[in-house]
């Protein structure tokens, strides 16, 4: 391909892959926290979308431009957190 219309390297694919499988379930855990302090719908609503559209972007970013070693970090962060959160539920 050219210069600029090149194809994603399979890591970046890998990476955003188990970003999104660590993240959907983290989007929930944030979810179900926030209803049960609030027990708002609205705050929960807010707090599902905002997370969503923080992973969304994280993962463009991991798939575009992010450099390895913070791709890989981030995965793990993201997986940490999760375990971190499923764990104290």
Not at 71 to 78: K, Q, Y
């Amino acid at each position: 391909m050219g210069r600029y219309g090149g194809s994603v390297e399979t890591w970046r694919v890998v990476a955003t892959v188990l970003l999104a499988a660590a993240g959907l379930p983290l989007v929930l855990v944030l979810m179900a926290k926030a209803r049960d302090r609030t027990d708002n719908s609205a705050t929960v609503v807010i707090t599902g979308a905002v997370a969503f559209v923080v992973l969304l972007l994280l993962g463009v970013v991991m798939l575009t431009v992010l450099p390895g070693v913070l791709t890989w970090g981030v995965v793990a962060v993201v997986a940490a957190a999760l375990g971190v959160m499923m764990l104290a539920g």
